[in-house]
């Protein structure tokens, strides 16, 4: 930088630094407003009358205010059994799957470990070969998860990708010196892991809990493969539901009050699902974020 | 057949409507063979063909039926089984029909049968068919599918396996309602049967009159007619003039005006090719003489490509005429204050703004259907959908896994009763029809399904036509019409019969629903996709002006295209089967 030893006055910038300053915040800006409009745009437009949304008067606020889209979507049962599976599959999914992980990548991390090699390949064969749908239906089906949730849980219980960020996590952050440490003064490798190396990886364990909740919520793929009973269906089939339901080919409808009808249905109800079904993320995301850049870079750094 | 060529009477009583032809009384012929020397179906009990047929019951009164009305009547229902039987059928997912156990008319269906319903549910849409053949392959299979669409070819490919029930002696024994379908409408088993004759599915019947001419519809603006004092156009001069007008008047306003949108969902070809040529749509396929032939190909497809691109060019059709998506479409057509669309492409006016029925001069009643347009060669059609609207196959499947396939063949037939039609898709708070109650063809009418359509209002009550039904065209036009709040029926019905129906084609152009051997699906499948999103792209870029028709290398260059991706053989598979459907 420029300022002197002896110089009293404040800092000053140079007429570059200004520019380049000038130029990151608006380029940060736009970057904002990308991002920040669409969401705005969802919650106006699921706060305002569906018809203002549909002739296209909404394009920032809320225009014709109105609560309707919201109490016609508590009015479906099915969307509230929904979000309570949903939330259901990834607090459950996520804690389930944290400890997966975190008992699968901590030997990994450790030096002595006999046979890390092949285990790690293993791991890493089904990151490129599944079993492929048919023979993991099948799979499913046998051991009796099918149409349980179960099925959406256990199947999506560990993801490799996720073990060999937090191995590495643990390389980094546990060196071999303080196991030898703990050794020395008596600690088992279980009181260890439980004295020593998880209070040192809040930031990891929140970064796995966060990945593995997010993927939960989202999914709906498995659900649609493994359930039939639509008390288990998860937000998403339900909302998917909804925006398809509407999208038929409309020649191929064979009745246009059934048209009128799914129109309406989807208009009323897309913008206030989408809401609904963004808050939870929303919600959590500021209180694993602090944790979140530290595990997730870390981690993957010299992977 | 001949097609019948009068535009009053409405005796649709052939699935190939309009053509009432010589099978009339075919029909009612050999209906109840095939009864006791029939084998039982593979995985049915040995004593599912033993009971007696299924007799009907006698009519309820309090209905008001029109005179000559072919269709479903309202009868007395007697309980199918005394003990309580069990069956399990995968259905779609619904928001509208919402817990299949918990919905009303489950519950009605499980009062009048005594059969008890086991249902699974499966997400609806194009995956719908990735769960159901995960279900196939890991033998995870219900006793029946409802509403699950499948293709003909894979009802006759399952079929074929005897993972599907052939229905055949079933139908002949517990079905008389379906029979006397087949005696009202004498195609119907020709259309049901698979090309080695077994019937895999319970079919829908559904004759929807307005349906059939759906692809050719086009709106104009009539009181933007009025201000540039012009009459509906009745060739493509007259019409290429209206839309100058429109658009020099500019009664959008601002230069906002659109004199003709069209969508992407609503091909423009379905219309205005039929000004040049007979166009289906999509796949295009038409007969000539027995023989099948893609429309894209012919030079007349090109004249018709020549007068889009020239409307295009003069800036009257919406610059997004094929990609704008519906809520674009819907935009053009709700735009606040006053309306910028002179016209546009559409099944019926929801596909372009959206319908007020309870405000009398609500924007969409500014609106009307316009007749197909005369080109230069005096070709004049409305591609008018004889074969594929009206009895839809693989609404109910029973599968091998059914021990009692009559038992699920007489439910089956029982929603073929008018009373329960009306509770399958209108709910339960329908209304018989007062002596005197006008319906939507303007003879005494039926029933009345409510009010409106509010999904709020049958969400949980009706099986949102998943079900089996038979709608006749009749019944469909015997729903009143509250004369003091009239929906879009009545005036869809009768721009239908006035503005389409006289110029439909003859019947033996027309492409029948064919079925498909399993390796002839796969390549059907293969390049009927790409065929179609080469016509369409090329469409596009003829129109919006990439390429020019009116080049010979252009047009050289797309029918290469064509040729390389794989007309002929595409075009023998269609023939081949073409000719397994004409047996």
Request: with cysteine.
């Amino acid at each position: 930088m420029t300022t002197t030893m002896q110089a009293p006055a404040p800092v000053r910038e140079t007429r570059a630094d200004r520019i380049v300053m000038i130029c990151n915040y608006a380029a940060l800006g736009l970057f904002t407003l990308a991002v920040l409009y669409p969401l705005v745009y969802v919650f106006s437009a699921s706060l305002s009358d569906p018809k203002n949304v549909a002739s296209g008067k909404v394009w920032l606020w809320p225009v014709g205010f109105s609560l309707d889209a919201f109490k016609a979507v508590f009015d479906y049962g099915s969307i509230v059994s929904g979000f309570s599976n949903s939330l259901i599959y990834a607090i459950g999914g996520a804690l389930l799957a944290t400890v997966l992980t975190l008992f699968a990548a901590y030997p990994l991390s450790r030096q002595g470990l006999p046979g890390k090699g092949l285990i790690m390949a293993l791991f890493v064969f089904t990151m490129m070969f599944s079993g492929g749908l048919i023979p993991t239906y099948l799979v499913v089906d046998r051991v009796g998860l099918l149409n349980t949730r179960w099925a959406i849980i256990l199947p999506a219980a560990l993801a490799v990708w996720n073990v060999i960020i937090t191995r590495t996590y643990f390389q980094v952050t546990i060196p071999e010196e303080l196991l030898e440490a703990a050794r020395v003064d008596g600690c088992s490798d279980f009181g260890f892991f439980w004295r020593v190396v998880l209070p040192l990886s809040k930031p990891i364990v929140a970064v796995n809990m966060l990945f593995y909740a997010v993927a939960q919520w989202n999914s709906w793929f498995s659900a649609l493969i493994y359930l039939t009973n639509e008390h288990l269906f998860p937000l998403q089939l339900v909302l998917r539901q909804i925006l398809i339901q509407h999208n038929v080919d409309p020649s191929q409808i064979r009745d246009t009050s059934e048209l009128i009808r799914l129109k309406e249905l989807q208009e009323q109800l897309k913008f206030s699902l989408i809401v609904i079904a963004t808050i939870p993320p929303l919600l959590i995301y500021p209180f694993v974020q602090k944790h979140f850049v530290k595990g997730a870079m870390i981690g993957s750094l010299k992977g | 057949m001949q097609p019948e060529t009068t535009t009053g009477g409405m005796r649709r009583r052939s699935f190939v409507a309009g053509a009432l032809g010589v099978s009339a009384a075919a029909g009612s012929g050999g209906l109840l063979t095939g009864c006791g020397s029939a084998d039982t179906a593979a995985g049915a009990d040995a004593d599912s063909l033993a009971a007696p047929p299924a007799v009907l019951g006698p009519k309820k009164s309090g209905v008001n039926y029109p005179p000559g009305y072919v269709g479903p009547v309202a009868r007395e229902l007697r309980p199918i089984v005394n003990e309580p039987v069990k069956f399990t059928i995968v259905v779609p997912q619904s928001l509208t029909v919402g817990d299949w156990n918990r919905n009303a008319f489950t519950q009605w269906m499980q009062q009048q049968t005594g059969i008890q319903i086991e249902w699974r549910q499966v997400a609806g849409g194009d995956d719908t068919m990735t769960k159901v053949n995960a279900m196939m392959a890991a033998g995870d299979i219900p006793d029946a599918f409802l509403g699950v669409t499948f293709t003909r070819s894979q009802l006759y490919l399952y079929g074929a396996q005897n993972l599907f029930v052939d229905l055949t002696p079933y139908l002949d024994k517990y079905a008389p309602n379906l029979q006397q379908v087949e005696k009202d409408y004498p195609d119907a088993r020709r259309l049901m049967r698979s090309p080695d004759k077994g019937i895999y599915s319970f079919p829908d019947i559904n004759d929807c009159y307005h349906c059939r001419a759906s692809n050719g519809r086009s709106y104009l603006n009539t009181e933007w007619l009025r201000k540039v004092g012009l009459d509906v156009p009745s060739t493509t001069e007259e019409f290429r003039e209206v839309l100058k007008a429109f658009k020099q008047a500019d009664l959008g306003g601002k230069g906002r005006t659109i004199p003709f949108a069209g969508y992407k969902d609503a091909p423009l070809d379905t219309y205005f090719m039929n000004a040049f040529l007979y166009n289906p749509g999509d796949p295009w396929l038409v007969l000539n003489d027995g023989k099948v032939e893609a429309n894209y190909v012919k030079d007349e497809w090109r004249e018709g490509l020549k007068y889009l691109r020239g409307l295009y060019a003069d800036g009257l059709l919406n610059k997004d005429a094929f990609t704008a998506d519906q809520d674009q479409m819907n935009r053009y057509g709700n735009n606040p204050d006053r309306p910028i669309i002179g016209g546009a492409r559409g099944y019926y006016w929801g596909s372009f703004l959206e319908i007020d029925e309870a405000d009398t001069k609500a924007r969409w009643r500014q609106y009307t259907s316009i007749p197909p347009l005369q080109g230069p060669n005096n070709v004049r059609y409305a591609a008018w959908n004889y074969l594929k609207v009206g009895l839809e196959v693989s609404t109910l499947v029973i599968t091998r896994k059914c021990k009692r396939p009559d038992l699920l063949v007489r439910w089956a037939d029982v929603q073929y009763d008018l009373e329960a039609i009306l509770r399958s898709y209108g709910g339960p708070d329908f209304k018989w029809a007062a002596k005197g109650d006008k319906g939507i063809n303007g003879k005494q009418a039926i029933y009345s399904l409510g009010e409106t359509w509010a999904s709020d209002t049958t969400k949980g009550k009706t099986w949102d036509q998943y079900g089996v039904m038979y709608r006749s065209g009749d019944f469909r036009l015997a729903e009143r019409v509250n004369p003091r709040k009239p929906t879009f029926e009545s005036p869809l019905y009768e721009q239908t019969r006035d503005d389409y129906f006289p110029y439909k084609q003859p019947v033996d152009l027309e492409f029948p629903p064919v079925t498909l051997e399993a390796d002839q699906a796969a390549q059907d499948a293969e390049i009927g996709l790409n065929l179609k999103g080469e016509v369409n792209l090329s469409m596009a870029k003829f129109v919006t002006g990439k390429l020019d028709p009116a080049d010979d290398g252009h047009w050289r260059d797309y029918l290469g295209r064509i040729a390389k991706i794989g007309l002929k053989p595409y075009l023998e598979i269609q023939q081949a089967a073409y000719e397994a459907f004409q047996g």
